[in-house]
């Protein structure tokens, strides 16, 4: 062995990795070389170093174990719904195919970013792009429909993602707020409809959505949706809520108090 | 313990369809693709978000996995692509969040350790933060990690000559660096 060889065995010899014939070879040549021999000790020291080094690095954040056993309940369960003849599932079991989806929409949207796939064509990239914003679509619409409160939490979380012009998430939203059991999650989606607060249609929707509600706290929460929305034109509709007796008192107040802000 | 047979066999199974023993895989190594990543990008959050993608990836082409292939090496070229990925997304913004900074009190030198080794070490690791992504890259794989050679050369795409070559003036980069250090705090 010379000194070349030696260079280039000596990280393996440090970890231990060489044949036992080339560690003795190594060990021969720097017993009998005092250049290689000092190398190999300056080395080692920085090699033993190195390795005490990920002890002192952070580990992951709990919720990366959270977020993955999640993720991979989901495609479980999305295969399980899939497997039969997914075209035919996807009419009775689409949301369960949206989770699998979810998967395949991340690593698409991973590969679809801007600058990451400079192989692609613009109108390939356009194309993902649009499925990806279909997955998340999915994604939400049927976590909404779930039967465990915390599911459908997590779908009105998944609105956010959506466009502001995506009709069938803001129809999702509407009709969570209007009819979910949970009040957790009608407020929740009460709060997901400031992203399609710009379009007459939501804040129809949401002033409509107030004689409806049993809870105050929801009632309350869609009044002052108006209120962040600017939605001045709805006054007329606010004074009616406000001389509303069958409402809660604090709700026509809250009404009074709107009126009074867009009102200016 | 040679832990890579055990991984392929079930990634094997995952390609086949029994998705959930990724689990096991992912309890085996998302720690160290943390480290991988959090030594490359300096970014703890960017670092679980790659995490998280990678185990995606993994899914999304299970069925593209070769049992005869080196789940080690596959699970690295992956994460690679995604880390590549994201830099490439990232470009531009200010990142560089320590990270060894949650740790460092831990860190501190115990009763078995002098103060002057924790400072050897403290020196160390800003050595190897002074180093090239690339020349970093690979002492994290080989030490980190404890990859060998062979399947370095798989997951570079290179000959284990070359990976001799680069890891051999890694290291001898990593002197200098730290050499460098010493010189400045003693000056």
Partial sequence: ?264 | MNVNANDNELMAQVGAGQVQKLAVLFERHHRGLFRYFVSLNRNREASEDLVQDVFFRMLRYRASYDPKQSFTAWMYQIARNANVDQTQKRRGEVIGIDEFAERRADAAPGPEESAARGQDLTLLRQALDRLPPDKRELLVLSRFEGIKHEELARILNCEVGTVKVRVYRAMRALEQAYTALIGEKTA
């Fill in chain 1, 1 to 264: 062995m010379n000194c070349e060889e030696a260079k280039l065995d000596l990280p393996e010899y440090l970890s231990h990795s060489l044949t036992e014939a080339r560690e003795l070879e190594f060990a021969a040549h720097i017993a009998g070389c005092e250049a290689c021999r000092a190398e190999t000790e300056r080395l080692g020291t920085l090699w033993k170093g190195l390795a005490l080094l990920p002890g002192m690095m952070a580990a992951p954040g709990d919720n990366v174990r959270e977020r993955f056993y999640e993720s991979l309940a989901a495609y479980k369960h999305g295969m399980a719904s899939a497997r039969p003849s997914w075209r035919e599932k996807l009419a009775a079991f689409w949301p369960a195919v949206a989770f699998a989806m979810l998967a395949v929409g991340v690593g698409i949207g991973y590969m679809v970013r801007p600058g990451a796939a400079p192989q692609a064509n613009g109108s390939e990239v356009a194309q993902l792009r649009g499925e990806v914003s279909s997955m998340r679509q999915m994604v939400a619409l049927s976590l909404m429909q779930q039967q465990s409160a915390g599911e459908r939490l997590r779908g009105v979380s998944w609105a956010y993602r959506a466009a502001p012009s995506d009709t069938e998430v803001l129809s999702a939203l509407l009709e969570t707020v209007n009819n979910d059991a949970s009040v957790n999650v009608r407020m929740a989606a009460v709060d997901a409809l400031h992203t399609f607060g710009s379009s007459p249609v939501t804040r129809t929707a949401i002033v409509q959505s107030i004689p409806k509600q049993t809870s105050p706290l929801v009632q309350i929460a869609l009044i002052d949706l108006l209120v962040d929305l600017k939605a001045a034109e709805m006054a007329t509709e606010l004074r009616k809520l406000a001389a509303d007796a069958s409402l809660d008192a604090g709700v026509r107040e809250r009404a009074t108090w709107a009126i009074g802000r867009l009102v200016q």
